[in-house]
């Protein structure tokens, strides 16, 4: 059975910078493509960023220079470091693997 347990996420000051983290279980996780999603409030869940299993990768293109998804195949584990934050950005993050979802990370940006 596919798990996704996220970690980080939290509050941060515009233009700062945060890490959020997904271990998972239950996949081929060295094969397997993965992604982020964000949704705001009102808002539809929209894509982030994705990581093929060669470590290609893909970003929305507000988040391009700013995001970068990572993989760490010793820990079945992938990252979204985001660095410039802004206000915008403030939205549930969920990890994604085919049709398993994470449970959630909360990233507020705001002063």
């Known amino acids: 059975q596919v798990q996704l347990v996220q970690s980080g996420g939290g509050l941060v000051q515009p233009g700062g910078s945060l890490t959020l983290s997904c271990a998972a279980s239950g996949i081929s996780f060295r094969l397997s493509a993965m992604a982020w999603y964000r949704q705001a409030p009102g808002k539809q869940r929209e894509f982030v960023a994705g990581i093929t299993g060669d470590d290609g990768t893909n970003y929305k293109d507000t988040v391009k220079g700013r995001f970068t998804i990572s993989r760490d195949n010793a820990k079945n584990t992938i990252y979204l470091q985001m660095n410039s934050l802004k206000p915008e950005d403030t939205a549930v993050y969920y990890c994604?693997?085919?049709?398993?979802w994470g449970q959630g990370t909360q990233v507020t940006v705001s002063s």
């Open positions: 994604w693997y085919g049709n398993a």
